[in-house]
């Protein structure tokens, strides 16, 4: 492939190239490995390289790697040792040092590591003691880890997701205050304002200036977001307009000379010559893609990966457009019920403001690929027409049967006042800044995570709902409390049952609790129960062993539960225990 472009150009091309391709082996390998290749114990290599390339000079340069992979089956499991990109001998080979930009663009082993929706990954290589992010990239992976790496697309996707249950708030009256704030005084007014804001609670001088930048800083950054926000809104409804234009000049000019016209009218008005605006365009119309397929909540809420996606668009096929058309309705109810004003955002295209999806996130069950969302009430309504559903955040406890006591407490604070956690043996508090143990830092201890990304949906085989992760979790993360009346004496209802040394109590979630309650029974589960004392009282969180994104999230209810009951489990797993064949050999075992 002989190759005569610019520098930059030329390694943006390889870089292109080489995530194709590393995307590409990965596959073929993941793949082989599935169907259990008898490899016959080898070493396999797969390479993929550019030959061909001139250097400045116009003389010949070597072959350059640009994507590589090994298959080692002579251990088991079979392991697959991945080289992405090679910079270093890309760039001698081309003989041209690295642009400042490329050196970004290609540091993808940084990205990797720090993108948004790698927590899987990103403690994969945190995990190794030592190793460097650069090094840990190139160890081996086992398989499960190479499957936990994410594609291009999930990665937008995880991006998408991140930002919705993040504690960004988008919403253009906070750009309208920092611009007056900005225009009325010509003065950083948060740096010299005696400040009323509840985060500035300092004493010291350098505690007091800290705290008020804390909060100039966030306020910018919210608008700066905001903004971005609105340009990529523009400029995805400007493809619109132009395509709009162009089929209204097509009635009279061939379709290429409408085409031509429109861009030059357009670049009269942007004063851009036409490279520049056909440059722009390429990166527009991704925008204008994604909100097609996803909904304008895929574009307003997509991470910082946006644009290198959309420049790129080594994902931009009809499967990825597939992938957000299904996730449209999903991004919108996550994006309506945890942002409610971000839909203003589109009055400046004249676009709808109004919310749809109103109230909790959970008081919607999100359907099959591409349906519209469900009121939860309606999912229960052939059992119960008037069922309805308290969101809790905390515990209530059922004063009829406890009085004003809490049959949880474990323990009482020692002579200093002060929680110590018998897991980490570390000081507990409310405070984030008396807090020590870090348990479960998403749900004790420190400033408040935002809800879950997980989501209530429609099981398709019979459950009626259940809980499915928008984000991955990794082992050992924290995926919620079981939250719900603490009550006792309740027959015949599905509840929780707690104990200490003085107390059973039950944990009752039919009407009121949290994301926990619409968790499924599974024989091979991704995540457990485990007891935990948060200041002196015990708590039931649910941890996980392991949860994908887009996986239902699911708990072993334990032979307890299922012994008695005339119930047939619908987990699927091969190996499950309680199956309409199980049980049928439990009653009448087949002759020997
Ligand atoms: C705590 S709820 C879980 C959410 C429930 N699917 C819903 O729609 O409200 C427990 C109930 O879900 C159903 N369920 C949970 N796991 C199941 C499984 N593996 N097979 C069949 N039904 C299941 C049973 O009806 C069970 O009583």
Same mark, same amino acid.
């Given at each position: 492939?002989?190759v005569?472009?610019t ?19 990965r596959?073929?390998f ?5 169907t ?11 390479e ?14 070597s ?5 590589s992979?090994g ?11 991945w ?13 041209r ?8 663009l290609?540091?993808n082993?940084?990205?990797?590591a720090q ?7 990103k403690?994969?290589?945190t ?9 840990a ?22 991006g ?7 504690g960004?708030?988008l919403?253009?009256t906070?750009?309208?205050e ?7 005084s ?7 304002d005696?400040?009323?804001?509840s ?6 001088v350098?505690q007091?200036s800290f705290g008020?930048m ?5 306020k ?9 926000s ?12 132009f395509?709009?234009r162009v089929a ?12 031509k016209?429109t861009?030059v ?25 994604i ?19 959309c ?28 942002h ?14 109004e919310?749809?999806y ?11 690929a ?11 309504h ?9 969101h ?13 006591s809490d ?13 110590t ?16 143990c ?6 004790y201890?420190s400033? &408040?995570?935002?809800?879950a990304p997980?989501?209530?949906? %429609?099981?398709?085989?019979?459950k009626? @709902?259940?809980? !499915? *992760? ?8 924290a ?16 509840v929780?049952v707690?104990q ?10 039919g ?19 485990e007891?935990f ?8 969180v ?6 994908r ?10 032979d307890?539960?299922?012994q008695?009951?005339? &119930? ?5 797993h091969?190996?499950? %225990?309680?199956?309409k064949?199980?049980? @049928?050999?439990? !009653? *009448?075992p087949?002759p020997?």
């Open positions: 492939m002989a005569a472009k520098a930059t150009t030329l390694e943006e091309m390889a870089q292109d190239l080489a995530e194709r391709a590393s995307e590409q082996l596959g073929v993941l793949d082989l490995l599935r259990g290749v008898d490899a016959g114990g080898e070493s396999l290599q797969l993929c390289s550019l030959s061909g390339l001139r250097d400045s000079n116009g003389a010949s340069s072959r350059v790697r640009i994507a992979m298959l080692d089956t002579r251990v088991s499991p079979a392991r697959i040792s080289s992405p990109f090679d910079r270093q001998t890309a760039l001698t080979g081309l003989k040092e690295p642009s400042r930009k490329r050196r970004k290609t540091d082993v940084r990205e990797r993108g948004p929706g790698q927590e899987v990954y403690n994969y290589l995990s190794q003691p030592g190793s460097g992010v650069d090094t990239l190139r160890k081996e992976l086992t398989l499960h880890d190479q499957i936990t790496q994410r594609s291009t697309v999930e990665k937008f996707i995880d998408i997701w991140q930002s919705i249950y993040s960004i708030k919403d253009p906070e750009v309208i920092q611009w007056q704030a900005i225009e009325s010509g003065q950083p007014r948060l740096l010299t005696t400040g009323t804001d985060t500035v609670r300092s004493t010291s350098a007091t008020r804390n909060v100039l800083t966030r910018v950054s919210q608008t700066s977001r905001t903004c971005r609105l340009e990529v809104i523009v400029q995805a409804h400007w493809v619109q307009c395509d709009d209204e000049l097509t009635v009279s000019l061939p379709r290429e000379k409408a085409k016209q861009i009218e357009a670049c009269v008005d942007f004063s851009w010559s036409e490279k520049e605006l056909r440059n722009k365009m390429g990166v527009w119309r991704g925008y204008h893609d909100a097609l397929s996803g909904g304008w909540a895929a574009l307003v809420f997509a991470g910082m990966g946006l644009y290198r996606f420049k790129y668009r080594s994902s931009f096929t009809g499967s990825t457009f597939d992938i957000l058309k299904a996730r449209k309705h999903r991004f919108e109810v996550a994006a309506d019920t945890l409610p004003r971000w839909r203003q955002l589109l009055g400046i295209i004249g676009g709808p403001t919310r749809k109103i109230g909790h996130p959970h008081d919607w069950v999100v359907a099959g591409g349906d519209e969302a469900l009121p939860l009430p309606e999912t229960y052939q059992w119960d027409k008037d069922f309805s559903y308290t809790l955040d905390e515990a209530n406890i059922d004063a009829d049967v406890w009085g004003m049959p949880r407490t474990v323990s009482s604070p020692s002579s200093d006042g002060m929680y956690c018998d897991t980490c043996d570390e000081h507990q508090s409310d405070d984030p800044r008396a807090n020590h870090v348990c479960f830092p998403n749900l201890g400033v &408040k995570a935002g809800p997980v989501q209530v949906f %429609r099981t398709p085989n019979g009626n @709902n259940g809980l !499915i *992760a928008c984000c991955a979790f990794e082992s050992g993360a995926i919620g409390e079981f939250v719900g009346q603490i009550t006792s004496g309740l027959a015949n209802l599905d929780m707690g200490t040394d003085s107390s059973t109590y039950q944990i009752w979630q009407r009121q609790g949290n994301h926990t309650r619409f968790i499924n029974h599974s024989c091979h589960p991704n995540s457990e129960y007891r004392v948060w200041l002196g009282t015990q708590r039931i649910l941890v996980s062993k392991g949860v994104a887009e996986e239902e999230i699911t708990v072993d209810y334990s307890v539960y299922w008695d009951l005339d &119930k047939v489990c619908l987990c699927g091969p190996e499950c %225990r309680y199956n064949q199980s049980r @049928n050999l439990a !009653i *009448a087949a020997s």
